[in-house]
């Protein structure tokens, strides 16, 4: 969950460390209107600047993103996450065009990291491949059997937290959990991502 009064700043220094290795060209271009985004920025840099524009009136009646979205305490695993952040993801998917739907992934899954899977082209493509649908941002069938592996395997919340970085093949021996406790959207992602 992401703080009520978190500034824009803040969350695009954080996306680019999340997702860009940290980029201050990325940082730049969102920020300066008159700088061209790269071929590598052509998606992320418009989606990034829309967002700024609607962050501190998101719904058009002065309540701010991560108000709305501060408000929605729910997980992966709750029975009603996706509902609950269905509206702002669909306001969020419009904001402009993202034709990979990738940085609009990874941006939703930074304001509901505790819900949202993200992707990038290559582990979009693993996930298509295991018969999950990556804009369904986890949602679906990857959500079923992953409830069915915490259940059949005895675990906790916190002990699947703990499984950031385990690969997709370790699923079914899996290591005894020792790791830092992180979000659930990172360690169903780095189960893709370690894939490619």
């Not at 999340?18 to 052509?42: F, N, T």
């Not at 065009?97 to 992934?105: E, Q, R």
């Not at 993200?118 to 941002?137: H, N, V």
């Amino acid at each position: 969950m992401i703080k009520e009064n978190l500034e824009f700043d803040d969350f695009l220094d954080h996306y680019a460390n999340l997702w860009a290795q940290g980029s201050s060209s990325l940082i730049g271009k969102v920020k300066d209107s008159k700088q061209s985004p790269s071929h590598r920025e052509m998606y992320s840099v418009p989606v990034l600047r829309a967002l700024k524009e609607r962050w501190t009136d998101w719904d058009g009646h002065g309540n701010s993103l991560p108000n709305l979205a501060n408000q929605i305490r729910y997980t992966f695993l709750c029975d009603d996450g996706f509902n609950q952040i269905d509206s702002i993801v669909k306001v969020a998917r419009t904001l402009c065009t993202d034709n990979t739907g990738v940085y609009t992934s990874k941006m939703i899954s930074q304001i509901f990291p505790e819900i949202v899977i993200p992707f990038d082209t290559a582990s979009k493509s693993i996930m298509r491949r295991c018969g999950y649908e990556p804009t369904l941002y986890g949602a679906g069938i990857l959500k079923k059997e992953v409830i069915d592996f915490i259940n059949h395997n005895r675990l906790s919340a916190s002990d699947f937290r703990s499984f950031d970085n385990a690969p997709l093949n370790d699923w079914g021996q899996f290591p005894r959990p020792n790791g830092e406790i992180t979000s659930f959207s990172r360690v169903i992602d780095k189960l893709f991502y370690s894939q490619e």
